[in-house]
Nanobody, 121 residues
């Protein structure tokens, strides 16, 4: 079992920045690929960014490439999502996910509760 707790969400103006944190506890953090997914009201949950177990490989949705950066610290058992140049369409509930195998929209052996990001225009 892996327990995930997100933090760092909030209200920000368009063009601003936020940094999300996902703290993991339980089984070995470094054995899981990690990712961030989001769900806006009335929309399906979508993949945002993912990172491999070692952190060497990262993946992004086209909508956030060049603006968001995912990283992880396997000593601190934490994954981060740095979000810059935020747009109103980035408004969503952001979830942290851990997966033993997959990175992408289908990932998610374990999920956090989510942290709300709201971008005002």
């Amino acid at each position: 079992q892996v327990q995930l707790v997100e933090s760092g969400g909030g209200l920000v103006q368009a063009g601003g920045s936020l940094r999300l944190f996902c703290s993991a506890s339980g089984r070995a953090f470094s054995t899981y690929a990690m990712g961030w997914l989001r769900q806006a009201p009335g929309k399906e949950r979508e993949f945002v960014a993912g990172i491999s177990r070692s952190g060497e490989d990262v993946y992004y949705a086209d909508s956030v490439k060049g603006r968001f950066t995912i990283s992880r610290d396997n000593i601190k058992n934490t994954v981060y999502l740095q979000m810059n140049s935020l747009k109103p369409e980035d408004t969503a509930l952001y979830y942290c996910a851990a997966d033993g195998l997959r990175i992408g929209s289908g990932m998610g052996d374990y999920w956090g509760q989510g942290t709300q990001v709201t971008v005002s225009s």
